[in-house]
């Protein structure tokens, strides 16, 4: 890991972390508060870069869901952000809200859990299969 401006020397770390966990990183190094935002999967990594974490506070779950995720037509929302950063644009803060609520499932089962299922926590891997 390098970050000359808060990592003063180079270091190799062992400690598991994915996608889910890039997200809540960047808010936390960022300073900033989001409004009304669902509760994550993710974990800020802020204190491993700190060297101030050595083990996960909780583990990774991954998950086939029977009911399905929400789709994003990624391209196009990448394209649309260059014209406008290229147009000078900048968006306040209040246009670019994670997923407005209207968006979010609330069709999951508490009770029903379908397919595959596995939690990693550091060297232990725990698998579910239907």
């Known amino acids: 890991m390098k970050w000359p401006a808060r ?13 889910m966990d890039i997200y ?5 190094l960022a300073g900033a508060k989001v409004a009304r935002q669902p509760v994550l999967d993710g974990m800020s990594l ?15 779950g991954f998950w086939d869901h029977i009911t399905g995720g929400l789709g994003v037509a990624s391209s196009g929302l990448l ?12 968006r306040p803060a209040n246009e670019v809200e994670p997923i407005p609520a209207a968006q979010l499932r609330t069709d999951y089962s508490d009770t029903a859990f379908g397919k595959h299922a596995a939690w990693l926590d550091h060297d232990w891997k725990l698998h579910r299969i239907d």
């Not at 003063?8 to 400690?15: E, F, G, I, P, T």
């Open 24 to 28: 809540p990183t960047l808010v936390e």
């Open 79 to 90: 394209q649309k952000l260059a014209e406008e950063q290229a147009a000078g644009k900048v």
């Open 46 to 60: 802020g204190p491993l870069l700190e060297g101030r974490m050595t083990a996960r506070s909780k583990p990774i």
């Open 7 to 19: 990592i003063r020397q180079s270091r190799v770390v062992d400690l598991p972390a994915c996608t």
